[in-house]
């Protein structure tokens, strides 16, 4: 540690003044670096010291940052996350007029919190892997893949399927099969699980199956379901630890580790470059037997070479980006990890925290395919007649101008349960008309479901309108929590929040809505 200028080699000091650099903020910057060696090494040698059985995931020197790994005392994450924190006072603290040097130290901040919210959620999940790896008890999942290009609460419409068994860091999955072939046994084996309503209303059947077994928005329950389907139609009677769900983004991502793959039929290789084109060919397909029997040999090819990787080191870098991008969610029965997931917002389920305010927009296909465009404006503000909080959402959606058929969509608007809704309207290229009345109003854990299908039309814009009010929600200094939930595998959507307040209020910069 160099606490004394004198401490300091004659170059770096004639150097350092050159740029305009005193003689404190050269031993503070010079501190700042040996604590970002400190962080490295710590983060780079973490995984391998705590859990030796797991080393060979984590690939590194042993001695990444030469004589810093001498002085480090002990390995583990925690120091890291320390250490940016001592970094991060370290750098407000100087005092620089060179601009050069300051841009570089605001990037290395926004660095370091980019890292640090990183190193959080592997500390949160570290003490697990060894369990969801398999090296305490071999584990097996259920592997279902998503088409978003057709919405579901979990992110899209489910495809094919694997299984996999993980053994001692060991991946191995059986062939991946499309849903379709699953979904013909229900009807057979005559014990399928009742189908949501409106899945049941559009198809004029009760069962369901499981391409549809993902409609609660809530993971933790869709998975029950799923696990059941999938039972009764393959009859399959070993139990599952979890439940993995991947989407074609996933694919794509994973495909930038492996070799290019070949598929029956195709004459020409797949790979990252040409993925998305030709997934969404025949993702697009009429023939939905063919479309998912093509996807499902697709997906057996990457599978195949990710069970005989030896290098682990890629597929955690797709696997932690995907979750972090919500291309993948991942179930576990054991409830310790699945609170460590759900911390870390890697298992998509609903939040069930308490705000003065909760919104959360789902679209599910019920027939078509394509993305929408979709954009929400939210109105609020304080009735001055009884102080109730009164809310305008008005979700305005788009069919993209390429497109010539129709979406039929069944929209939900989740919504507190203190919640009383006063009017519905639907708004379209037929006019404006009033929905109160038909929309299907249904528990899902602490929150209110408000659904209807709706039919959107290419080339005319399409508008649902819900106004409600609630007593209980007390303004603090003019602000309200308002928490918007993002669902998974649709496009980013715009939100305009606009927030009325009774005369006489005094507007503060504290109460402009953050982002994020």
Not at 35 to 41: C, H, N, Q
Not at 219 to 230: G, Q
């Amino acid at each position: 540690y160099l606490g004394r200028l004198n401490d300091i080699p004659i170059p770096i000091k004639l150097g350092a003044y050159s740029f305009g650099i005193n003689k404190t903020n050269l031993v503070g910057l010079i501190n700042t670096s040996q604590t970002f060696s400190g962080i490295v090494y710590h983060t780079s040698r973490a995984m391998q010291d705590e859990y030796p059985d797991l080393a060979s995931l984590f690939p590194s020197d042993n001695n990444v940052l030469g004589a810093t790994t001498n002085t480090a005392p002990s390995v583990h994450l925690s120091r890291a996350l320390e250490l940016i924190e001592i970094n991060n006072k370290n750098i407000r603290n100087l005092e620089i007029d060179n601009k050069f040097l300051i841009k570089r130290l605001e990037n290395t901040l926004e660095v370091l919190g980019e890292n640090r919210t990183s190193l959080v959620k592997i500390n949160h999940i570290k003490s697990y892997l060894p369990e969801l790896l398999g090296h305490t008890t071999k584990q097996r999942y259920l592997v279902l893949f998503q088409d978003t290009n057709q919405p579901m609460p979990t992110g899209g419409k489910l495809k094919a399927y694997s299984v996999l068994e993980v053994e001692k860091g060991k991946l191995i999955f059986e062939k991946a099969k499309p849903i379709s072939a699953l979904d013909s046994q229900i009807d057979l084996n005559q014990s399928a699980l009742k189908a949501p309503d409106p899945i049941a209303q559009f198809t004029s059947n009760e069962n369901l199956y499981l391409k549809d077994a993902n409609w609660n928005p809530d993971i933790n329950t869709s998975a029950k379901k799923i696990i059941n389907s999938y039972k009764y139609a393959s009859l399959d009677k070993e139990s599952f630890d979890g439940i993995i769900i991947a989407n074609q983004d996933f694919l794509k991502d994973i495909l930038g580790d492996i070799k290019p793959i070949s598929v029956v039929g195709l004459n020409r290789k797949i790979d990252q470059s040409n993925f998305t084109e030709i997934y969404e060919t025949h993702s697009l397909d009429k023939d939905k037997d063919t479309s998912e029997s093509f996807i499902a040999t697709m997906i057996s090819g990457i599978l195949s070479q990710i069970s005989n990787k030896t290098n682990g080191q890629g597929l955690i870098d797709s696997v932690f980006n995907s979750l972090e991008n919500k291309n993948l969610a991942f179930y576990h029965n054991n409830d310790k990890i699945l609170g460590a997931l759900t911390e870390n917002n890697w298992a998509s389920n609903l939040d069930t925290s308490n705000y003065d305010d909760y919104l959360y927009i789902l679209d599910s296909y019920l027939d078509g395919t394509g993305s929408l465009d979709r954009n929400v404006q939210y109105q609020g503000y304080f009735s001055e007649d009884n102080n109730n909080f009164m809310r305008k959402v008005t979700i305005t959606y788009a069919i993209d101008e390429n497109k010539t058929e129709s979406i039929l969509n069944y929209i939900r608007a989740l919504l507190p349960k203190d919640v009383s809704l006063t009017r519905a309207t639907l708004s379209d290229k037929s006019g404006q008309r009033d929905i109160t009345r038909i929309l299907k109003k249904e528990s899902v854990l602490n929150r209110y479901s408000y659904g209807a299908d709706i039919l959107i039309n290419p080339l005319a814009k399409t508008e649902i309108t819900l106004e409600y009010e609630s007593k209980n929600v007390v303004e603090k200094d003019g602000l309200v929590d308002i928490f918007v939930q993002k669902q998974p595998g649709i496009n980013p959507v715009e939100y305009e929040f606009i927030m009325s307040y009774p005369n006489g209020t005094e507007i503060t910069p504290e109460m402009i809505p953050e982002e994020g």
